[in-house]
């Protein structure tokens, strides 16, 4: 059985920063390219980052480039998201997920939604202006 468990969401201030974790279990996880989603309310689910099984690609989506990082330990099949530099516009629900194909376009890492087949529950991040 395959459990996707996030953690480390909560209140920020802008400006300020948080660090996601998610823990997978049940699936060989250094044989998962890993992706974070997020979901604002009344907004689609969308893919803000993205690594491939041996971190050798990554993938960031225009609205978080340059103030978040994505990075795994696959000895202790944990994903990380650092988000620093956050505004407002980063609240949402933060889901974490799995998929067993990484899809690449044009030799860069894709991280589209459908692509992705187990998924946690998710962590709540808000942030105050």
Same mark, same amino acid.
């Given at each position: ?41 009344? /907004? ?20 978080? /480039? ?10 202790? @099949? ?8 956050? /505004? ?26 459908? @692509? ?14």
């Amino acid at each position: 059985q395959v459990q996707v468990v996030e953690s480390g969401g909560g209140l920020a201030q802008a400006g300020g920063s948080l660090r996601l974790s998610c823990i997978v279990s049940g699936l060989t996880f250094g044989d998962y390219t890993m992706g974070w989603f997020r979901q604002a309310p009344g /907004k689609e689910r969308e893919g803000i980052s993205c690594i491939s099984r041996s971190s050798g690609s990554t993938y960031y989506s225009d609205s978080v /480039k340059g103030r978040f990082t994505i990075s795994r330990a696959n000895a202790e @099949n944990t994903l990380y998201l650092q988000m620093n530099s956050l /505004k407002p516009e980063d609240t949402a629900m933060y889901y974490c997920a799995a998929s067993p194909v990484g899809y690449y376009r044009a030799g860069y890492l894709t991280c589209a939604r459908a @692509n992705f087949g187990y998924w946690g529950q998710g962590t709540q991040v808000t942030v105050s202006s």
